[in-house]
């Protein structure tokens, strides 16, 4: 069995390789390229892709994991090579259902819509889009029968991102946020001057809000050893190995909170991709467990740590030092506040920890009509614009700013949106179980003490990497299923106390 387990740990070795040269190649693409490389480049990246693929699906593989299957019974379930062999069986069992012929053609109907979605957003026509978001949603469909689900088309997507997460399962935690949340904003949306952002809103030189940027990556325990931060014009962290993580950030002039809080959350992503076990490199568990999971880490920074007030209290007199003009007439609990107001938008990417989940649960039911064909690729605009209006109270002027104003559906991505609910959830959830363990949480944050934090996520989710799936890892962790009431009490009592609701 060993020499079997050693065949297969090389083989993946070099799969991962090769994955890390690809992703090493797009965090390129996204940071340095030279416009003029992109041709070149998108074939460099298609053939690293496609000799990864061909190598996990090849026979040796299937036969090396068949021969394991039996002896793999006598390890523990819990070690690394029990859990590789696991996961490692599941993602080949899931490669090969997929037909090349779909994989391609929806690599080749993605890369057509891309730019057509560009041009359709800028020139807020969603009939120019309409005929891509049909084909792409043809071939989602054929990709979810491919690959089998039991009740919903819905979750043979989902399950790419969140192993063994069912639609079901999302509906439930979502009606009980959406109960929650819907009354909250509302009480809030009639006391909307409660809370002053002005602060944010002044000249913050550029340069001095990048060192800003580091110190705080420094301060959270990111390793620039192991690890840098460039600009980007959409940040994202990658990881070629947890030796080398890198994260990107953008920084505006006129607007403090888009640095800061972009780096604090990608800061997160970076933290986990760091801390996964070094036994695990190189082979498929040396991931985080799921994009939900990932994100809890992200929102765990950016909102639990990097909006408290214990941070503020920490953190305002090193953001007067770099700003002592811009920041005069202002103290801890000004830019607590600021960092904290609510306002209902149009925009996913603009909004803030009460609104949110609202926009991610508007298009997971709007992917589940799509999908199951209650809602017309013609009618999907109409569809998006009533959801706004029950949830939000707000209607879009136009489809740039609705159903036009992301990318994923160009990318071919449905099911993917819910992680970042989940994600927020989570990381309400596991900060719970992080100060019942750690009673100082609050006082070492205000001392501008993250390492116990640190440590603390490091041991119980960090380490893991993708040995357990989310729901493992969720119920391993804090002894219980995935809920959403950790996060409704999170937000209840902040922004109640926030807008003077209680
Ligand atoms: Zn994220």
Not at 111 to 125: F, I, L
Not at 214 to 231: A, N, S, T, Y
Not at 362 to 369: A, G, I, T, Y
Request: net charge negative.
């Amino acid at each position: 069995m060993l020499d079997k387990l050693q065949e297969l740990k090389t083989r993946l070795a070099e799969i991962s390789d090769l994955g890390s040269a690809a992703a090493l190649l797009g965090w390129d693409q996204e940071t340095y390229m030279p416009p003029g490389g992109a041709k070149a480049r998108s074939e460099q990246l298609a053939t690293l892709r496609r000799l990864a693929h061909e190598l996990f699906v090849s026979d040796e593989i299937g036969r090396l994991l068949e021969d394991l299957s039996g002896p793999a019974a006598d390890l523990d379930p819990d070690s690394d090579d029990a859990r590789l062999i696991r996961v490692t069986a599941r993602d080949y069992a899931k490669a090969c259902k997929l037909p090349p012929k779909l994989v391609a053609e929806l690599a080749r109907t993605t890369s057509a819509a891309v730019p057509v979605w560009a041009k359709a957003r800028q020139e807020s026509d969603f009939a120019l889009f309409a005929p891509h978001l049909e084909q792409i949603v043809g071939l989602l469909i054929q990709k979810a029968e491919a690959l089998g689900y039991q009740d919903r088309l819905y979750d043979a997507l989902l399950d790419e991102y969140e192993p063994d997460m069912t639609a079901v399962q999302v509906e439930a935690v979502f009606t009980e946020l959406k109960a929650e949340i819907v009354p909250l904003l509302r009480a809030i949306t009639a006391n909307l001057d409660a809370v002053d952002d002005a602060v944010l809103h002044r000249d913050f030189d550029e340069g001095k809000q990048w060192e800003l940027g580091i110190e705080v990556l420094k301060l959270i325990g990111f390793d620039f050893e192991h690890g840098r931060q460039d600009k980007s014009t959409h940040p994202f962290t990658t990881a070629f190995s947890p030796t080398d993580v890198r994260l990107t950030t953008r920084i505006d002039r006129t607007f403090l909170a888009q640095g800061l809080f972009g780096t604090l959350h990608e800061g997160g992503h970076a933290l986990y991709d760091q801390g996964i076990s070094l036994a695990l490199d190189r082979t498929p568990l040396c991931e985080g467990a799921s994009l939900g999971i990932h994100e809890s880490q992200s929102r765990m920074w950016e909102n639990l740590v990097g909006r408290s007030r214990a941070f503020w209290r920490f953190f305002f007199p090193r953001l007067r030092a770099a700003f002592p003009d811009q920041l005069a007439d202002a103290d801890a609990e000004t830019l607590y506040r600021a960092v904290n107001k609510v306002r209902p938008s149009l925009i996913r990417v603009e909004a803030d920890e009460v609104t949110y989940n609202l926009h991610i649960m508007l298009r997971f039911e709007l992917e589940n009509d799509i999908l199951e064909g209650r809602v017309g690729i013609a009618e999907v605009p109409a569809a998006w614009n009533a959801k706004m209006e029950t949830y939000l109270g707000l209607v879009p002027p136009d489809d740039a700013q609705g159903a036009l104003q992301d990318i994923h559906w160009a990318w071919g991505l449905m099911g993917y949106f819910p992680t970042y609910s989940l994600g927020n959830l989570i990381s309400a959830q596991f900060f719970d179980q992080a100060r019942a363990d750690l009673p100082d949480l609050e006082a070492q944050i205000e001392a501008g003490e993250f390492a116990p934090l640190l440590s603390w996520l490091r041991e119980h989710i960090h380490r893991h990497g993708r040995k357990f799936t989310p729901a493992e890892l969720v119920e391993r962790v804090t002894g219980r299923p995935l809920d959403a009431a950790p996060f409704v009490r999170y937000v209840k009592n902040k922004y109640g106390e926030l807008y003077g609701l209680s």
